[in-house]
C-alpha cells in the first residue's frame, strides 16, 4: 500500500471515531474506500451530529417553564438552524376564555404584530391529515374560500414560506409561519426534518407546561388558585422582612352573587366569574398574582404595594367591574364587587392567615357599609370591629 492510501481521508473530520487506529482495517484501506465503507461512516457520523444538534436544541426547550418562554427559545433555535427573515407564533390560550396569542420575531427580535386570528380550531383537520411543515401555498390554497378568507389575508401580510403545526394529545396547540431565508434560498429537507423533529419536543414541553399550569389554576376561571396563591403570599411576607418591603393583599366578593344563581341560573353564574376573572386579569399588574378564594371570592397579592396604592389598585378595579359587559341572554344586571385590602411590611408580623383575616373583614366592612366599595383595614377599622366583636352591635 502507498503512503496516500494510509493517509485519513480529508471528508472525516476530528469528531470522527478513530477507525483508522485499527490495523486490519489500514491493511484494507483501498477495499473498504471502494466499496464504500469510509462514506458510509461519514454519512452516519453527519446524522449524529444532526440527532446531538437536535437533542441540544430540545434540552435548552424543556429548561424553559412557562410557554412564553418556550416559543422564545423555539424561535432561537429555529432561526439559528436556518436563518428565516421571520417567525411568527399563532398560540391558542391556555383557558377558553382568553384571546389567541400572537408573538412575531425578526433577527432573533420580538416585533409587533398586525395579525388579526379569533381562532385556528377550522385548520386542526388539515394538519391532522399533514402533521409538518407545509408549504404556504399549498396550506391557502386550501383555505381561501369561505370564512377562513379573512385569516390568510392577515397571513400574507408577513409573505410566509412555511407553516409548522405544533401538535398534541389535545390536537392543535399552535402554529407557526416562517418567513422565505435571509438569503433566498430555499428551505432544505434536512432543516424541514429538523424543524418538524423540534416541534415534538415544543410540542412535549408546552404538555408538561398545561399538566404544571393545571395544578395551579382553578379550572373554571383560570385564575391561580388558592394553594398557589397562599404560598406566594408566605413567599412574599418572608421577602418583605428580607429587604423591607411592603405588599398587599385584596379580596373581592361578588353583590348579590347568590340572587344572580337563583334568578338566571348557575351558567349565568358561571359566565360571570369567568368575565370577571379576565377583568381581574386585564387591570392588574403583570406581577401581580390573582386567584380564585373560593366561591364567589377572589384574592390578588400586590408585591411592592403600599396601602395608599393598594386603594388606588382596588378602586379602579371596582370601577372597571361596575361597568363591565357580561354576554349573557336574558340581559343580566350590572355587577358590583366589593373589597377589602390589607397591607403588610417588615414589622407587621403578620402570618398568612391574619393577613387573610384582615382582609376579609375590611371586606366584610364594605359590604356592611353598602357594598360597590373598597376598605383598607386599619387602626379606625380595628376599633370597629373589636367594638363590635365585644358587644354585637352593628354599627
Known sequence: ?????????????????????????????????????????????????????????????????????????????????????????????????????IKSYKNYQLVPSNLEVKSIDHFEPFFQKYPRPVNYDLFSFEFCQGEHSETLKSFDNINPELVIPIMGPSGLYGLVLMGNKIRGEEYSIAELSFIQHLMSFVSLAIQNNLHYERTLRDVKTGLYNNGFFLTRLGEEIARTKRNGSKASVIIIDIDFFKKVNDTFGHLAGDRVLETLAITIKQTIRTDDIPSRFGGEEFTVLLPDTDKHSAFVTAERLRDIVSKMKVTWEPPLPPITISIGICTFEKDSNLSTDEIIQRADEAMYWSKKRGRNRSTAWGIGLLDKIERKRSTGADD
Open 1 to 101: 500500500m502507498t503512503n496516500d492510501r494510509k493517509k485519513k481521508p480529508t471528508h472525516l473530520d476530528d469528531d470522527t471515531i478513530d477507525i483508522f487506529s485499527h490495523q486490519k482495517i489500514m491493511e484494507n484501506y483501498a477495499f473498504l474506500q471502494e466499496i464504500g465503507v469510509f462514506d458510509f461512516v461519514h454519512s452516519l457520523e453527519g446524522e449524529i451530529k444532526k440527532f446531538k444538534r437536535l437533542l441540544t436544541s430540545a434540552l435548552d426547550i424543556f429548561a424553559h417553564t412557562s410557554v412564553d418562554e418556550i416559543i422564545d427559545a423555539t424561535v432561537w433555535q429555529i432561526s439559528d438552524y436556518s436563518l428565516p427573515s421571520a417567525i411568527v407564533f399563532i398560540w391558542k390560550p391556555l383557558h377558553n376564555r382568553d384571546e389567541i396569542s
